[in-house]
């Protein structure tokens, strides 16, 4: 993808995989203006991935882009994307129990949001931890909005690499071999 990013528009519908300079990968989908998806392919809790996080999503300035979202685990997340110089800014605040359980995390949250709820209850939120990263983008895709192919099953070793080629989604942004 080699367009420019100008409006809110041009951002919605984006899907990004990026690393940020810690090592860690994640891939995320701007799936509309208040709702994302994500996969996570390296880092504390690589192998979870989520659908359908509700997130306040704004244009800042032309190109410059802020998300924010709370989850059930109780971590907190806040993301700026520059996707113009292929970088962003992010902050993730963790509890203390996600540092501590992150296994407990990795996994299709959707299907065991009860258990992110009572594991938040049940151990400790405090000191939390904050990691503040820079990160590359290395794959932009315009996967249009509420695409629901786009994050769609579990993280496997090689799926940001399968992107990356050309071998995961067809011409209309469909999973091949589905
Ligand atoms: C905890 C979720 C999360 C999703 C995307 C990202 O870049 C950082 C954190």
Redesign the pocket.
């Known amino acids: 993808m080699n367009k420019t990013f100008e409006t809110l528009d041009d951002f919605l519908g984006t899907h990004f995989i990026?690393t940020?300079d810690n090592g860690?990968e994640?891939?995320?989908y701007a799936k509309n203006d208040h709702t994302?998806d994500?996969r996570?392919h390296g880092g504390m809790?690589a192998g979870?991935w989520?659908k359908d996080?509700e997130a306040n999503i704004v244009m800042l300035t032309p190109g410059i882009y802020k998300v924010a979202?709370t989850?059930p685990?109780g971590?907190d997340?806040a993301?700026d994307f520059v996707p113009n110089e292929k970088k962003?800014n992010?902050t993730?605040f963790?509890p203390k129990w996600v540092q501590e359980h992150p296994e407990i995390t990795v996994t299709f949250q959707n299907d065991h949001i009860d258990l992110m709820e009572e594991s938040r209850e049940k151990y400790a939120t405090y000191p939390k931890l904050v990691v503040p990263e820079f990160?590359n983008i290395t794959y932009m895709g315009d996967a249009g909005q509420n695409n629901e192919d786009v994050i769609s099953e579990a993280p496997y070793e090689g799926l940001p690499s399968d992107i990356r080629a050309g071998k995961y989604f067809d011409e209309n942004y469909h999973r091949i071999n589905k």
Do not use: K, N, S
Request: aromatic content about 34%; cysteine-free.
């Open positions: 990026y940020y860690w994640y891939e995320w994302v994500y996570i809790v979870r989520v996080q979202w989850e685990t971590t997340v993301l962003l992010g993730i963790f990160a």
